[in-house]
Nanobody
Framework: VQVVESGGGLVQPGGSLKLSCEASGFTFSRYSMYWYRQAPGKEREFVAAITSSGGSTNYADSVKGRFTISRDNAKRTVDLQMNRLKPEDTAVYYC?????????WGKGTQVTVSS
């Protein structure tokens, strides 16, 4: 199983960024996918989740209304569209697949929100 994130970078407050995650090694369309983040000096925290079909999503209160998670089962990808970014969104963002009672994490992608 492999999970690889991309799309991080530096963006100004109020800007937008789209993260992508590509998964392989398991039947992608059967499992929910997740985005987490970890800011410097803080614990890793939940950001967003999407069910296997994409029919249901869930968000942390801190990103609700600003971030949107989506997936393309044909391409085996899950995206995180981040709008109206704030400095407190600065973190390493991780994609995770929960497959057969095991969690598979990517190495993360850095998002920095700063002027």
């Amino acid at each position: 199983v492999q999970v690889v994130e991309s799309g991080g970078g530096l963006v100004q407050p109020g800007g937008s960024l789209k993260l992508s995650c590509e998964a392989s090694g398991f039947t992608f369309s059967r499992y929910s996918m997740y985005w987490y983040r970890q800011a410097p000096g803080k614990e890793r925290e939940f950001v967003a989740a999407i069910t296997s079909s994409g029919g249901s999503t869930n968000y942390a209160d801190s990103v609700k209304g600003r971030f949107t998670i989506s997936r393309d089962n044909a391409k085996r990808t899950v995206d995180l569209q981040m709008n109206r970014l704030k400095p407190e969104d600065t973190a390493v963002y991780y994609c995770m697949g929960w497959v057969a009672d095991r969690q598979y994490w990517g190495k993360g992608t850095q998002v920095t929100v700063s002027s």
